[in-house]
């Protein structure tokens, strides 16, 4: 698969399965109505709808951000150097991907995306649920 093939595809699912995954994450936790489904409070909602609201909005974000990256430059959404990834991409390796704080990382490098501190913050609430949800499995 050449660097060009891997863009489109890349584009493709890494939005639409980010979008998809933050719906489900939505559909778990609210009804239509963007109401807590059929729960009082917060407390009340199921663990299992919980976890996987929790897991998939996160997921969800997280594909959003490499979209963003590859976006800019396909081969960031990558570990390792852009040199690097390319090579093994042309030797018809697929590299492993980047975690949540490298793409932060990188988001704030190349195509200069910075999110507030606030912004930060419910995100790594989110990320800390998100971490406790998976090594739970």
């Known amino acids: 698969m050449s660097v060009e093939d891997s863009d489109s595809a ?9 979008v998809d995954f933050i719906l489900k994450g939505i559909d778990e936790l609210f009804d239509s109505d963007h109401v807590l489904r059929e729960y009082s409070t917060a407390t009340d909602i199921t663990i299992s709808s919980y976890k996987y609201g929790v897991l998939h909005l996160f997921s969800g974000f997280l594909l959003l951000l490499k979209e963003r990256l590859s976006r800019h430059l396909s081969e960031l959404i990558f570990k390792g150097k852009v040199n690097e990834v390319r090579q093994k991409i042309s030797s018809g ?7 949540f704080d490298e793409a932060l990382e990188r988001l704030e490098i190349a195509p200069k995306v910075v999110f507030s501190k606030d912004e930060l913050e419910v995100v790594r609430t989110i990320q ?3 971490r406790t949800k998976a090594c739970k499995e």
Not at 10 to 18: E, R
Not at 93 to 99: L, S, V
């Open 128 to 130: 800390a649920k998100y």
């Open 93 to 99: 390796k697929t590299p492993n991907t980047i975690d």
């Open 10 to 18: 890349l584009k493709l699912n890494l939005l639409d399965n980010g």
